[in-house]
């Protein structure tokens, strides 16, 4: 039986969920959360959807021993390459984070949409599916931009380097969209450096629209916490700066953190 003080646990290949788990802090602040980054074998977002599923399928056993009441899965990556596996598997709602970036993108009202994500989510085409269905009229642009990912952490996301980069990536969906979904867990950090180059676009941010929607979902099943929030970050590697770009990503001071290794074959 769940109860409304279990906590909302949130897994990610890595760090990068933590900008989700910072809008869901955001939205719901009486939420208990467990965090897993599985840091010791980021990225995800340049492995086999066969690798992906098997990873995503351990990251959630291992949330479920804290006795959650819901998984967010964080990890786009995983979103659009292991949410079958996962639902077949697991009894608990799994939240991900192609629906919450459809719903947005819906919401715009808009046609001419741009993708852009690592390229396991890329190629996947989960969001593309999706848009489709919701707007059949959409014409779609899409774009793998795996260099956001180590800009982000390098806390390079203003500047020469990183205007470079976003000029590469999206000059060609520049005037073409209307809309860019921000499709990766690290690329709201680059999101000023994008909104000055892509100018008019809508930018939609799939984190800010999850913690919106958990919301909904709790307070319909009663599951709404009351509080205090208790926190824990769970990772499989303690990776260098972890601490500087953990806070950078949360936006707050990051405690609470603990390495699991056992369960890694
Ligand atoms: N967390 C991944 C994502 O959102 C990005 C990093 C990776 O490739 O694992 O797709």
């Given at each position: 039986m769940r109860k409304s003080t279990d906590p909302i646990g949130v897994f990610d290949s890595?760090?990068?969920g933590l900008t989700v788990v910072r809008e869901i802090m955001r939205e719901l602040p009486d939420e208990s959360i467990i965090y897993f980054g599985d840091t010791a074998r980021v990225?995800?977002?340049?492995?086999?959807k066969e690798t992906i599923e098997k990873f995503a399928v351990e990251d959630v056993e291992f949330l479920l021993k804290f006795n959650v009441k819901i998984i967010v899965s964080a990890c786009f990556t995983v979103s659009s390459n292991a949410m079958d596996v996962l639902r077949g598997k697991f009894n608990i709602p799994i939240f991900d984070m192609i629906e919450p970036g459809v719903r947005a993108v819906k919401r715009?009202?808009?046609?001419r949409i741009g993708i852009i994500g690592t390229y396991a989510t890329i190629e996947s085409r989960a969001y593309e599916k999706r848009i489709r269905e919701e707007v059949p009229d959409a014409e779609i642009f899409t774009r793998p931009a795996p260099l956001f990912v180590p800009l982000a952490e390098e806390g390079k996301t203003r500047g020469k380097i990183a205007e470079l980069v976003v000029e590469e990536y999206l000059k060609e969906l520049k005037g073409r969209v209307e809309v860019l979904v921000l499709?990766?867990?690290?690329?709201p950090l680059l999101k000023e450096t994008i909104k000055d180059f892509m100018e008019e676009v809508i930018l939609v941010e799939p984190g800010k629209e999850v913690a919106g929607m958990l919301k909904e979902y709790l307070g319909k099943e009663g599951l709404?916490?009351?509080?205090?929030p208790r926190y824990s970050f769970y990772l499989s590697d303690i990776p260098r700066k972890f601490g500087e770009i953990g806070e950078r990503f949360l936006g707050r001071k990051l405690e609470g953190i603990r390495v699991v290794r056992e369960w890694i074959t």
């Open positions: 890595g760090i990068g990225p995800y977002g340049t492995k086999s715009t009202g808009k046609r499709g990766c867990t690290h690329y709404l916490s009351s509080g205090p």
